[in-house]
């Protein structure tokens, strides 16, 4: 017998994925995971600036492939993200390979083309529990830099809402293993509506706490967008992977392993992380993309 709660239940979740259009049809579906690594070898400058309107033309070119709605920015936007809403745009302000300032430009724009107003938008890393559009946000825009660290292996999408809980050293334990349960907390649970990995120049090998040294770093000029962090960071995972060999001739593995974006997956159930379970879509050029 059917009953009255059950008969809700099972009508909000309908709701829910009829809402979310084809991105909860992929879900209830068990479709692969999508994920578009879009280059361009303009973006940069000779000085490593990123130019606004490139990564704008990249974002609508992404966000296009990865919904599958043609060239038609406007419609792929508006599945994402509504005008009415208020938008935390969860950055990632680490002093040595922070999100960019024209990366974070270019998403308030796309946002713009939407109808969000700038007043109900916020970009922020390390105050977003005191900020008050994300305390009050209906949806979340994830950005940031990829790169090694020293105690998750790697810096990831899936890490970067370590800064949604009050003491962020409690997840530190066996290489921040379970950083994706931060995802399953109210304040954030099925609030992310599009994570960008900016792979612009990441950094792909390092030892020590806070290391960085500008020799690992390289220009791939790129960024991963997805709807899923766990499929987004584990194709950045791989590039990484890649270039790793590239550079040393041979194998070298990440110290500590990052492990957390696959238990992200296993263990929370954020997304996808083995290669055949993701759909991986290219934009830009094909020589170097390494994956």
């Given at each position: 017998?059917?009953t009255?709660?059950?008969?809700?239940?099972?009508?909000a979740a309908a709701?829910?994925?009829?809402?979310?259009?084809?991105?909860?049809?992929?879900?209830a579906s068990?479709e692969k995971?999508?994920v578009?690594?879009i280059?361009n070898d303009?973006?940069?400058?000779d000085?490593?600036?990123a130019?606004k309107?490139?990564l704008?033309?990249?974002?609508?070119?992404a966000v296009?492939k990865?919904?599958e709605v043609?060239?038609?920015?406007?419609?792929?936007?508006?599945?994402l993200f509504k005008a009415r809403?208020k938008?935390?745009?969860?950055?990632?302000e680490?002093e040595?390979?922070?999100t960019?300032?024209?990366?974070?430009d270019?998403l308030v724009?796309?946002l713009?083309?939407v109808?969000?107003?700038?007043?109900?938008?916020s970009?922020a890393d390390?105050?977003v529990?005191r900020?008050?559009i994300?305390r009050q946000?209906d949806?979340?825009?994830n950005v940031?830099p990829?790169r090694t660290?020293?105690w998750a292996?790697?810096?990831s999408?899936i890490k970067?809402?370590?800064?949604?809980?009050?003491?962020?050293?409690?997840?530190?334990?066996?290489?921040?293993?379970?950083l994706?349960?931060?995802?399953?907390l109210p304040?954030?649970?099925?609030?992310t509506?599009l994570?960008?990995?900016?792979?612009l120049?990441p950094?792909?090998?390092?030892?020590?706490?806070?290391?960085?040294?500008?020799?690992?770093?390289?220009?791939?000029?790129g960024?991963?967008?997805?709807?899923?962090?766990?499929?987004?960071?584990?194709?950045?995972l791989r590039?990484?992977e890649a270039?790793r060999?590239?550079?040393?001739?041979?194998h070298?593995?990440?110290?500590?392993e990052?492990k957390?974006?696959?238990?992200?997956?296993?263990?929370?159930?954020?997304?996808?992380?083995?290669a055949?379970?993701?759909e991986?879509l290219?934009i830009g050029p094909?020589?170097?993309?390494l994956?």
């Amino acid at each position: 017998m059917t009953t009255r709660r059950r008969f809700i239940k099972t009508t909000a979740a309908a709701a829910g994925l009829a809402a979310l259009g084809p991105l909860g049809a992929r879900a209830a579906s068990k479709e692969k995971s999508r994920v578009v690594v879009i280059r361009n070898d303009k973006v940069l400058d000779d000085a490593g600036n990123a130019d606004k309107m490139i990564l704008v033309q990249m974002l609508h070119d992404a966000v296009c492939k990865l919904l599958e709605v043609g060239d038609n920015p406007a419609a792929a936007w508006k599945r994402l993200f509504k005008a009415r809403w208020k938008v935390g745009i969860k950055s990632n302000e680490w002093e040595k390979l922070p999100t960019p300032r024209a990366v974070e430009d270019a998403l308030v724009y796309c946002l713009g083309q939407v109808g969000v107003d700038k007043s109900r938008i916020s970009v922020a890393d390390r105050s977003v529990l005191r900020d008050p559009i994300f305390r009050q946000a209906d949806a979340l825009l994830n950005v940031r830099p990829m790169r090694t660290h020293a105690w998750a292996g790697v810096g990831s999408l899936i890490k970067n809402y370590i800064m949604f809980v009050p003491r962020p050293y409690e997840y530190h334990d066996d290489a921040c293993a379970d950083l994706g349960s931060i995802w399953n907390l109210p304040k954030v649970k099925g609030k992310t509506r599009l994570n960008v990995l900016v792979m612009l120049t990441p950094l792909f090998h390092g030892s020590g706490w806070h290391h960085f040294d500008p020799n690992y770093t390289w220009r791939y000029k790129g960024l991963i967008v997805s709807t899923d962090p766990v499929a987004a960071d584990a194709t950045g995972l791989r590039i990484l992977e890649a270039k790793r060999r590239q550079h040393f001739g041979k194998h070298v593995a990440m110290k500590p392993e990052p492990k957390h974006i696959r238990l992200a997956g296993e263990r929370h159930g954020l997304g996808e992380y083995a290669a055949e379970r993701i759909e991986v879509l290219h934009i830009g050029p094909n020589k170097g993309r390494l994956i």
